[in-house]
């Protein structure tokens, strides 16, 4: 399979380029998304590209994307990529990391749900009690199942800055109260959805992130990635307690190698041992393989 950590497409026009994900502009309704082997952590893109990664989260993605369309519409397109990219030589080496999807207003809100505390929430939970502004019970342990799912948005952060956890009221007077309402409400539907079908497929997925948009009348619309091995913790069902931080499917893996270094999580990032490299692709790889058959 390619490595793709740098697209080289010159016949459509370069519109962003993020810490994953190259976006290109196909016409005025149309947008070409190419997931790279790119992996960032604590906001850095790291220098060593996980080969294979970027066609394992748009497999995943797409599984998902056609499992809760019952849910809410999703941007993906009726073009082909045969379409959008006509040349055999550009289309090649992009084809397992490509989507073709509708061009949407994207909202400025990361929509989080926490189904187990861990993480950045562990840490607030152990600070304060709380997450977000949402009080938890008392004596909760790491990585322990919530007593119900937790929406706990942040901002949007460019590349290289860190995402800021913000409380529900913040993001009503970014989008409104019923927008607001209708992004919380969404996520927290996908999550519960998406948590049970995982699980009966031994994997638990502790928490997620969800990125909307709008199109021209105004209806949510899911967009990006959604629950795969980036946006979301996975752990084996089967290796799971509470107490201590679980082993995972995603990159929390690569993360945990990074603690151990010296280095101070700024740009740039170190490179990553072909042991770290050939363990995170196969944990991708067999998340992919549980959650799609």
């Keep these: 399979m390619n490595t793709v ?19 290109y502009e196909i016409d005025d309704d149309h947008m070409l998304i190419v997931t790279t082997d790119r992996l960032s952590a604590f906001d850095v ?19 998902w994307f056609e499992r809760t369309q019952h849910i809410i519409p999703n941007h993906l397109a009726e073009m082909t990529l045969e379409q959008a990219l006509p040349d055999a030589d550009e289309r090649e080496p992009v084809k397992d990391h490509a989507v073709v999807v509708r061009r949407l207003k994207a909202l400025p809100v990361e929509a989080i749900v926490r189904g187990y505390i861990i993480g950045s929430g ?31 948005p942040s ?12 409380d529900f009221d913040h993001t009503i007077k970014l989008l409104g109260q019923a927008l607001a309402e209708q992004v919380r409400d969404a996520s927290l539907q996908l999550y519960k959805e998406a948590a049970a079908y995982a699980r009966e497929r031994g994997i638990i997925i502790a928490d997620t992130k969800f990125e909307f948009g709008q199109d021209k009348d105004g209806n949510l619309v899911l967009i990006d990635e959604v629950l795969t091995p980036d946006s979301s913790r996975f752990w ?32 740039p990032g170190p490179e990553l041992p072909q042991e770290v490299v050939d363990n995170t692709v196969a944990k991708y790889r067999e998340a992919m393989e549980r959650l799609t058959n």
């Design 5 to 23: 950590f740098e697209t080289q497409i010159t016949s459509l026009p370069l519109i962003h380029k993020g810490k994953v994900r190259d976006i």
């Design 45 to 63: 893109i790291l220098p060593t590209p996980i080969s294979g990664k970027g066609a394992v989260l748009t497999s995943v993605a797409n599984f």
């Design 122 to 152: 562990w840490k607030d939970y152990q600070r304060s009690g709380a997450v977000c502004g949402i009080t938890l019970p008392e004596g909760l342990q790491q990585a322990e199942q919530l007593p119900e799912p937790l929406y706990t």
């Design 155 to 166: 901002t949007k952060a460019d590349v290289g800055d860190h995402d800021e956890n913000v």
């Design 236 to 267: 084996p069902a089967d290796q799971y307690q509470p107490g201590i931080s679980p082993p995972s499917f995603d990159k929390q893996y690569v993360r945990d190698y990074l603690e151990t270094l010296d280095w101070n999580k700024k740009a």
